[in-house]
């Protein structure tokens, strides 16, 4: 872990590394698979990429994280606000805030390429298996000298000996 380098953890997906101080959230969570949808491009156009850092001490992965440890409201954040209105509490642009220092970053449901789907209802069908294969425990005999048969044509006819199996 180089001296500059920054702890990040995303939630929910748990994924994490260590960065440069001054990286960009969104380039981290590219560089991690963390799923943050981003249709500008990371111009701070659209807000779908919109994160939040949540305050705490997490001594399962020995991160202080705090809000101060993102880079402070810049010029394009305030310009989306003034052109959307007021992200909701404690959000932030990802592809606008940097890494200063260690942090955990909450990414929001909404901000999701691939939301989590709850199906609320179910639907019952009568199902019947019929499979293409069925499992026969049958025995043949050694394949002999005397006898021209091969191994193929005795297990036909032990099929149809013992279990009824034309062909």
């Not at 807000?47 to 305050?55: A, L, N, Y």
């Not at 901000?111 to 499992?135: F, G, W």
């Not at 021209?148 to 297990?155: M, S």
Request: charged fraction near 30%; hydrophobic fraction near 35%.
């Amino acid at each position: 872990m180089a001296e500059a380098d920054v702890k990040v953890l995303f939630m929910p997906s748990g994924r994490r590394g260590l960065f440069p101080r001054g990286t960009p959230l969104l380039d981290a969570a590219r560089n991690l698979g963390v799923d943050i949808d981003s249709v500008c491009g990371g111009r701070g156009l659209c807000g779908r990429c919109q994160i939040s850092c949540v305050t705490g001490s997490f001594a399962k992965h020995q991160i202080e994280s705090d809000v101060d440890h993102l880079s402070p409201f810049c010029a394009t954040e305030v310009k989306f606000v003034e052109r959307k209105g007021p992200l909701k509490e404690g959000r932030r642009l990802s592809c606008h805030t940097t890494l200063l220092d260690d942090a955990v970053i909450d990414v929001p449901a909404e901000s999701q390429v691939h939301r989590q789907i709850v199906r609320k209802e179910m639907e019952s069908r009568d199902i019947r298996l019929d499979p293409a294969t069925r499992l026969y425990y049958v025995q043949i005999g050694e394949p002999t000298l005397e006898d021209p048969r091969g191994e193929v044509q005795l297990l036909i006819e032990a099929l149809e000996n013992d279990w009824g199996v034309p062909g």
